[in-house]
């Protein structure tokens, strides 16, 4: 039984919402928190009952007015995952959400769920490296091809990337807003139209975006024409570097096929991890807000050092700036995600890296801690030299993720770094 989203006319916020919604504590024994619910099955309470799940499960029949989907096998549903979906629509304002075991897990079902042998996946560049694998090797192999567009393109860029492509065969349109490593921004919208002007009542053609870099308070895609959102929960959802998760969210109707391919390829999570994300999602909002804040001190003391060539920081951007009106037009606030390139290259940027102290040299992004990495030799570096210089990943890039810290002690610690150098 899902609480409320009102107090009489008044329609509560997300962040209010985060601590109750889709939980009723009297079914649990009056715990305030929802239990975890280690449980591999659910017993029917009748054989009709069990028949009536399955046909909800397996999409036999379409579910009655008042009906509700049972609870089967945790592998279909479990009451955690249930909570925590309910929850997890409420920033972008979804209809349904399907949460996986990690992010990877969350785009491979998806886009398995609308392409097969012989379509096209039309997707920005760069986008996150195990994406970019995903789509180069694996489904090269599925014989599922992918075509490129810049991030920054304009809508006229993007159609010409689908030259010689049959619209019927375009499976789907997988963008990543900031891109990672660049923080170049895309356009969401001019990717929906060029959905909608390509499909045919035989084909809808999906528009997926990867939301990772600003998360579910910074960006909301569903506004901007997109039908599919995809999550790596483990980033500032879970947001405290012990949880690997992903998640899709859209239309029932969007996520019906997800959720189905998920439940036979058992790529869902499990009650530990959707207990977990129930209870970071408490404090995403505080957690993001700060981390935001910070990273707009950051992004002004490295905009000012000599040793560093550039910095891309969507806080940056100033009226006149390229990319300025999409930011306004796109996006709530400007994130926590940093990419700078020093003066020099990779040595210079390894000295820098190596002597960091506060700041955590690892991967990942979006958690309480301060993380600092190399692109072009890490995350990347399954991609060659030339299409990484092609993509704007330089050997002199840093991507810095700004945790909770104090910025100023933040600030302390890259400046001795960079005296290192």
Same mark, same amino acid.
């Given at each position: 039984?899902?609480?409320?989203?009102?107090?009489?006319?008044?329609? !509560?916020?997300?962040?209010?919402?985060?601590?109750?919604?889709?939980?009723?504590?009297?079914?649990?024994?009056?715990?305030?928190?929802?239990?975890?619910?280690?449980?591999? /099955?659910?017993?029917?309470?009748?054989?009709?009952?069990?028949?009536?799940?399955?046909? @909800?499960?397996?999409? @036999?029949?379409?579910?009655?007015?008042?009906?509700?989907?049972?609870?089967?096998?945790?592998? !279909?549903?479990?009451?955690?995952?249930?909570?925590?979906?309910?929850? $997890?629509?409420?920033?972008?304002?979804?209809?349904?959400?399907?949460?996986?075991?990690?992010?990877?897990?969350?785009?491979?079902?998806?886009? +398995?769920?609308?392409?097969?042998?012989?379509?096209?996946? @039309?997707?920005?560049?760069?986008?996150?490296?195990?994406?970019?694998?995903?789509?180069?090797?694996?489904?090269?192999? $599925?014989?599922?091809?992918?075509?490129?567009?810049?991030?920054?393109?304009?809508?006229?860029?993007?159609?010409?990337?689908?030259?010689?492509?049959?619209?019927?065969?375009?499976?789907?349109?997988?963008?990543? /807003?900031?891109?990672?490593?660049?923080?170049? $921004?895309?356009?969401?919208?001019?990717?929906?139209?060029?959905?909608?002007? !390509?499909?045919?009542?035989?084909?809808?053609?999906?528009?997926?975006?990867?939301?990772?870099?600003?998360?579910?308070?910074?960006?909301?895609?569903?506004?901007?024409?997109?039908?599919?959102?995809?999550?790596?929960?483990?980033?500032?959802?879970?947001?405290?570097?012990?949880?690997?998760?992903?998640?899709?969210?859209?239309?029932?109707?969007?996520?019906?096929?997800?959720?189905?391919?998920?439940?036979?390829?058992?790529?869902?999570?499990?009650?530990?991890?959707g207990w977990l994300l129930l209870r970071s999602l408490e404090t995403l909002k505080l957690r993001m807000t700060a981390m935001m804040r910070s990273a707009r001190q950051v992004a002004d003391y490295l905009v000012d050092h000599p040793k560093v060539q550039s910095v891309r920081y969507l806080g940056l951007l100033r009226q006149g700036d390229e990319q300025y009106d999409l930011f306004q037009r796109q996006c709530v606030g400007p994130g926590s995600l940093i990419a700078f390139e020093m003066v020099?290259?990779?040595?210079?940027?390894?000295?820098?890296?190596?002597?960091?102290? +506060?700041?955590?040299?690892?991967?990942? !992004?979006?958690?309480?801690?301060?993380?600092?990495?190399?692109?072009?030799?890490?995350?990347?570096?399954?991609?060659?030299?030339?299409?990484?210089?092609?993509?704007?990943?330089?050997?002199?890039?840093?991507?810095?993720?700004?945790?909770?810290?104090?910025?100023?002690?933040?600030?302390?610690?890259?400046?001795?770094?960079?005296?290192?150098?």
């Amino acid at each position: 039984m899902a609480k409320g989203k009102t107090i009489g006319e008044r329609k !509560l916020r997300p962040e209010s919402l985060m601590m109750s919604y889709g939980y009723d504590p009297h079914r649990s024994e009056g715990a305030i928190k929802s239990p975890i619910f280690q449980t591999s /099955t659910f017993v029917f309470r009748t054989a009709e009952e069990g028949k009536a799940f399955f046909e @909800l499960a397996y999409g @036999l029949r379409e579910k009655g007015p008042s009906e509700e989907i049972g609870l089967i096998y945790s592998r !279909l549903n479990n009451p955690d995952l249930e909570i925590l979906e309910d929850r $997890l629509t409420l920033w972008d304002e979804a209809e349904s959400c399907a949460v996986f075991e990690s992010g990877m897990a969350a785009i491979t079902t998806t886009l +398995l769920a609308f392409a097969v042998p012989g379509d096209v996946i @039309l997707t920005s560049s760069p986008i996150y490296g195990g994406t970019h694998h995903l789509l180069t090797h694996v489904f090269k192999r $599925l014989q599922i091809e992918q075509r490129v567009f810049r991030a920054g393109a304009d809508a006229a860029e993007m159609e010409k990337a689908l030259e010689g492509v049959d619209p019927a065969k375009l499976a789907a349109i997988f963008i990543e /807003t900031p891109a990672n490593p660049t923080n170049r $921004l895309v356009d969401i919208r001019a990717a929906a139209n060029l959905a909608r002007s !390509l499909e045919s009542a035989e084909r809808k053609i999906p528009v997926i975006v990867d939301n990772t870099f600003l998360g579910p308070l910074w960006q909301q895609p569903l506004k901007h024409g997109a039908d599919l959102i995809i999550y790596s929960a483990t980033k500032f959802i879970g947001g405290h570097s012990d949880v690997i998760a992903g998640a899709c969210l859209g239309s029932a109707e969007w996520i019906k096929p997800v959720r189905m391919l998920r439940t036979f390829f058992g790529s869902m999570a499990g009650p530990w991890t959707g207990w977990l994300l129930l209870r970071s999602l408490e404090t995403l909002k505080l957690r993001m807000t700060a981390m935001m804040r910070s990273a707009r001190q950051v992004a002004d003391y490295l905009v000012d050092h000599p040793k560093v060539q550039s910095v891309r920081y969507l806080g940056l951007l100033r009226q006149g700036d390229e990319q300025y009106d999409l930011f306004q037009r796109q996006c709530v606030g400007p994130g926590s995600l940093i990419a700078f390139e020093m003066v020099g290259g990779e040595r210079e940027a390894f000295a820098f890296l190596n002597n960091l102290q +506060l700041v955590k040299l690892a991967v990942s !992004l979006g958690g309480t801690e301060s993380l600092a990495e190399h692109p072009a030799s890490m995350t990347h570096s399954d991609i060659d030299p030339v299409t990484q210089v092609e993509m704007g990943i330089t050997q002199s890039m840093i991507r810095l993720s700004v945790g909770v810290e104090h910025a100023e002690d933040l600030i302390a610690d890259l400046e001795q770094a960079l005296a290192c150098v």
